[in-house]
């Protein structure tokens, strides 16, 4: 996994008039290191039928495809994994409800990292790196330092780290230097909207070490 983890989160895209296919299809034209979907606000049958059409868009593009907080969704969209925050499932309950998956683990401290790495996830996402508004209630900023710190350690245990929160193309390349890939959310839709998708998350993944 290296350069852009694109989040496609639905109510970040709601609330800007954007539809998530459409949106899912401009991204995968950059052909990202992987993409998940976060719909926290839809509900179940909603939330299945999208990520199964995401599901068969990303493996036809040979794009890693995650869901957000939920093995069964995940499962039932023949998705390739599953993103649990630190509230979530445990990832040892997980896979035991669903061993054929690959895990990713929110952490927000090297705490939270050494404990994270031992259960030895698939990847492990670290933030906020940067201050951000596309999540509610975040956590303290980690800053770069923390960063390069819990890359260090993640790459002696061959983890990839996922940086996380207020990532930008001007702050791109300070995570690449710590990071295997950044995950974007708000970025990814410029101000005009779906034209200028593709070209956002080509220069991310490229700027974030993609290749």
Do not use: W
Not at 67 to 95: F, K, T, W
Not at 108 to 118: F, I, M, P, Q, S
């Amino acid at each position: 996994m290296r350069g852009l983890y694109a989040i496609v989160d639905c109510d970040f895209l709601a609330a800007r008039g954007c539809a998530p296919l459409a949106f899912v299809e401009c991204l995968l034209e950059a052909r990202p290191a992987a993409l998940q979907l976060r719909a926290k606000s839809l509900g179940a049958r909603v939330a299945l039928e999208l990520a199964r059409r995401i599901s068969e868009l990303c493996r036809a593009c040979q794009v890693p495809f995650f869901v957000n907080d939920r093995p069964d969704l995940a499962l039932l969209s023949a998705s390739v994994g599953v993103h649990l925050g630190q509230h979530d499932l445990p990832l040892g309950e997980a896979r035991r409800v669903a061993p054929g998956l690959q895990f990713g683990l929110s952490t927000h401290r090297l705490e939270e990292v050494d404990r994270a790495l031992v259960e030895r996830p698939d990847y492990l996402a670290l933030g906020p790196i940067f201050a951000t508004a596309s999540k509610r209630d975040p956590e303290p900023v980690v800053g770069l330092d923390i960063l390069a710190e819990a890359g260090r350690r993640c790459r002696q245990a061959g983890i990839p780290l996922v940086a996380i929160g207020g990532i930008d193309a001007a702050r791109a390349p300070q995570v690449a230097a710590s990071a295997a890939a950044g995950a974007v959310i708000s970025a990814l839709l410029p101000p005009d909207g779906l034209p200028e998708v593709s070209a956002a998350a080509r220069r991310l993944h490229a700027l974030l070490g993609g290749r």
